[in-house]
């Protein structure tokens, strides 16, 4: 800024002329600075925003292009039997009567007065079905009833050990982790004579079946199945039966396995939100307004015509059987309209399902998945998108630097100018001193002059 000592020789306003001279000089090439820098920012934010559209088209792409031939499954009574399918599995009804579920087996011990008093030590070898048998020490320090349900329970030996007391004392419960007829529990005892004490009575043979291992027992379309689990996964391909309770005779359960076409339908319409999306934002970036003449901030940008060049053609991609019932995403439905956002005929979708479902299916993977591919290109770090946006940052910043030396560059002119007025205040001092000097002495002249006459 001018010192403001500047214009007391001339009685000037110099600091206000210096200022002016300044802003005259900066103002312009700020003004062209701050709206580079406006472009650039604005294009950043497209790109941006492009991206963020894409990176939400290829989710929905990928989900389509994994899309399999989904089935639904349903049980006419969730009470007694749920069911799930898995792809693959084959359509169809079937009925399931449940005449019996799979239990694990559960032993009781005799009764003990006290479930914290010692019982004697030994071992216990715990054996589920045809199992390894597992080894329990038992001395000093778990020798109680609640030591040795702890020491079995830690054991990872295949059986749950819990401590019921019925009104007149403490008895050990062991239940068999898994369900089944084979998967009995089998406990020895062994130690020296004398030492082992009331631990004998936790030997197999003092126990009690309070609950038989049992396998689940069904008809399935006539079939007798057994098996040692109430869930059967493997029974009917592709479906899970988890059996809940037993049915009523002669009122089996249906199982109703069909094509899961409600998934079909809402991964192609996540994808066709998402895609139009994409259309819009860069409809929005690109738009021109040939009332107003004023375009949009990124107009011609050729990034962005190329995503929506390449959009266009994937969806143009047709399948690579050409035998197939359908060969592009038309046929399924997807429509295009004259701007290019698309919509899905739902009725047109279903006809094609109808007509070939795993055909359908097929497409959709094939077509999407190089869609996908395509959407990468711009979305993947170090694609077209991201190179774009460091080109720009690496602009901005050196509008940063040009600001700088705009700024040094000013101040130097304002130094100069404040020199060079300052010097012509100083000057212009002098001559107005000299020149009431002058008038000064002519004025007493003239008084000497009229006084002689």
């Known amino acids: 800024m001018a010192i403001s000592s500047l214009g007391v020789g001339s009685g000037l306003d110099l600091n206000a002329l210096v200022d002016q001279l300044v802003a005259a000089e900066r103002e312009p090439k700020v003004q062209r600075l701050d709206r580079r820098e406006a472009d650039i920012q604005a294009r950043i934010s497209g790109f941006g925003a492009a991206r963020g559209g894409l990176s939400g088209l290829e989710t929905a792409l990928d989900k389509l292009s994994k899309l399999q031939q989904v089935r639904t499954a349903s049980s006419s009574d969730g009470n007694r039997l749920e069911v799930s399918a898995r792809p693959g599995a084959a359509t169809g009804s079937y009925t399931v009567e449940v005449n019996q579920l799979a239990t694990a087996q559960s032993l009781a011990s005799g009764r003990f007065e006290d479930a914290g008093a010692s019982l004697g030590t030994g071992t216990l070898s715990l054996q589920v079905g045809d199992g390894e048998a597992v080894a329990i020490e038992i001395d000093e320090e778990n020798n109680s009833l609640r030591g040795i349900r702890e020491a079995i329970n830690g054991a990872n030996a295949g059986v749950q050990a819990s401590i019921v007391n019925d009104g007149e004392g403490a008895r050990l419960v062991l239940s068999a982790a898994r369900t089944g007829a084979d998967q009995t529990v089998s406990i020895t005892v062994s130690g020296d004579e004398g030492e082992v004490g009331d631990l004998g009575r936790l030997a197999t043979g003092n126990l009690t079946e309070t609950v038989p291992g049992r396998n689940a027992e069904l008809v399935l379309n006539g079939l007798p199945v057994t098996s040692p689990s109430n869930n059967l996964d493997e029974t009917l391909e592709g479906l899970n039966?988890?059996?809940k309770g037993t049915t009523e005779p002669g009122a089996p359960i249906t199982v109703t396995v069909g094509e899961d076409?409600?998934?079909?339908?809402?991964?192609?319409?996540?994808?066709v939100k998402a895609y139009n999306g994409v259309i819009d934002t860069v409809r929005d970036l690109t738009r021109f307004n040939p009332e107003t003449q004023e375009g949009a901030a990124m107009v011609g940008d050729s990034t962005l015509r190329s995503v929506q060049g390449r959009l266009a053609q994937g969806l143009q991609t047709s399948g690579t059987d050409p035998e197939a019932a359908f060969t592009n995403l038309v046929n399924l439905g997807v429509n295009s309209d004259r701007n290019g956002r698309l919509s899905l005929d739902g009725a047109a979708l279903d006809q094609a399902m109808d007509q070939d479902f795993r055909g359908a299916i097929g497409l959709v993977n094939e077509v999407s998945a190089g869609?996908?591919?395509?959407?990468?290109?711009?979305?993947?770090?170090?694609g077209l998108l991201e190179s774009r946006t460091e080109g720009l940052q690496t602009r901005m910043k050196g509008i940063g630097r040009?600001?700088?030396t705009l700024d040094l560059?000013?101040?130097?002119?304002?130094a100069r100018l404040v020199r060079q007025f300052g010097a012509m205040d100083a000057l212009v001092g002098q001559l107005q001193s000299t020149s009431q000097f002058l008038d000064q002495q002519l004025g007493a002249l003239n008084a000497m002059f009229d006084r002689g006459r």
């Open 261 to 271: 076409r409600a998934a079909v339908r809402e991964a192609l319409n996540e994808f």
């Open 371 to 382: 869609l996908r591919e395509s959407v990468k290109g711009f979305t993947e770090p170090g």
């Open 241 to 243: 039966l988890q059996l």
């Open 409 to 414: 560059r000013i101040e130097r002119l304002e």
């Open 402 to 404: 040009e600001r700088e």
